[in-house]
Nanobody, 125 residues
């Protein structure tokens, strides 16, 4: 059965860094753009970054621009989200998702195909 697994979530202090990984099971990522999303308690899910299947097109939400970097290694079938200068407001469950084929950033948010199960990121003093 196909699924997506996120990893790398943890608890860090403000100003810290984490790298999240997103890896599929049962299928290859190289045909898909991948979006990163997050949902904080009591808030709606927010799209924060997206990368096209080749990595040619990338987008970021204003809330993470300059602090987060998305990348992918199709040979390893993995997409990464490097998160630097973390803030308490970055605390959320982080999800990655495949994007409907043919859709590129910045049009990912409304074109999700398949979700991962999420990984918790907590930024706390």
């Amino acid at each position: 059965q196909s699924r997506i697994v996120e990893s790398g979530g943890d608890t860090v202090h403000p100003g810290g860094s984490l790298r999240l990984s997103c890896t599929p099971s049962g299928f290859a990522f190289n045909y898909y753009g991948i979006g990163w999303f997050r949902q904080a308690p009591g808030k709606e899910r927010e799209g924060i970054s997206c990368i096209s299947k080749t990595g040619e097109f990338i987008s970021y939400a204003d809330s993470v621009k300059g602090r987060f970097t998305v990348s992918r290694d199709n040979a390893k079938n993995t997409v990464y989200l490097q998160m630097n200068s973390l803030r308490p407001e970055d605390t959320a469950v982080y999800y990655c998702a495949t994007i409907i084929r043919g859709v590129n950033p910045p049009y990912c948010d409304q074109n999700v195909d398949f979700w991962g199960q999420g990984t918790q990121v907590t930024v706390s003093p």
